[in-house]
Every structure is written in structure tokens, then in C-alpha cells.
């Protein structure tokens, strides 16, 4: 399956990358397991889930990539990648889309690639999984 958005082509190494760590996500309560990488300021990032038994503790892949990112001085979202074994490929949650927006400059060119190990692929830009989102810019 191929099913492409708005988005352009993806990122090769981001994808492959996405699938790489998604075995070494901490998911025992769930069993799904997610991993992700992004692209900020040049470099790849990678990350996964890490479940809690206090289960709103939880952080998914793609904030925990983000996070990577962020320790090693990286500022600026270009690109996502996220593989998880749904079918279709999940697309990341809405807290995750919050996040990402935050680290984007431009979520119109920011491409998010869902992706599972089946081979299943689906894009959009982070402004289509989230339109008209909160950003810092408004608050006072
Ligand atoms: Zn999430």
C-alpha cells in the first residue's frame, strides 16, 4: 500500500532508522511498539516509546526523538518518520503533533511518513495532520 498526502517524497534515512529502533521500544503493557525519527537541523535523531504502569507517564517515540534532539543542540524540525506495525501505518497522536509543531518553522514543509515493516507507507505535512494548531507565536 501507498498512500501519499500532500507530502513530497520521504526521507530514506529517516525511515530506515524509524525502523531500526522500533524493536528496542519499552512497550510491555501495549505490545505496541513505535519507533521514530526526525530530522532537525541536518541530523537524524531516533526514539521510542517508553510505557509506564503509571500509564499517563508514557511517552511516545516521536517526543522522545524529539528530545534526542534537543540534548545535542538541534532546533529546527524538517522531517519524520514513524514505524509502527499498524496497518495502515499510524500517523503520530495529537500530542505529538502539538510537539512537533513547536520544533517546526515551517509545518507546511515538514514531511511525516508513517511507515510499518509490511512495507506500508503514508505521508502528509505536519500543517495537514495539524491545521490552524497552537502555537507559540500567540502567546502574549
Ligand atoms: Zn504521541
Redesign the pocket.
Known amino acids: 500500500m501507498s498512500e501519499e498526502h500532500g507530502a513530497g517524497g520521504g526521507d530514506g534515512e529517516l525511515e530506515a532508522l524509524a525502523l531500526a529502533v522500533q524493536p528496542r521500544a519499552y512497550a510491555p503493557y501495549s505490545k505496541f511498539r513505535v519507533g521514530a525519527a526526525v530530522r532537525m537541523s541536518g541530523k537524524a535523531y531516533g526514539g521510542v516509546n517508553v510505557e509506564c504502569a503509571s500509564f499517563p507517564l508514557t511517552v511516545?517515540a516521536?517526543?522522545n526523538a524529539i528530545a534526542a534532539a534537543v540534548l545535542d543542540g538541534a532546533s529546527e524540525l524538517e522531517a519524520v518518520a514513524v514505524c509502527s506495525d499498524a496497518s495502515p501505518p499510524s500517523s503520530?497522536?495529537g500530542?505529538?503533533r502539538q510537539v512537533l509543531l513547536e520544533l517546526a518553522a515551517d509545518p507546511a514543509a515538514v514531511t511525516v511518513t508513517a511507515i510499518n515493516p509490511r512495507g506500508e507507507r503514508r505521508a502528509w505535512t505536519l500543517a495537514e495532520l495539524i491545521p490552524h494548531g497552537f502555537c507559540g507565536r500567540e502567546l502574549p
Open positions: 511516545c516521536e517526543r503520530p497522536c500530542g505529538c
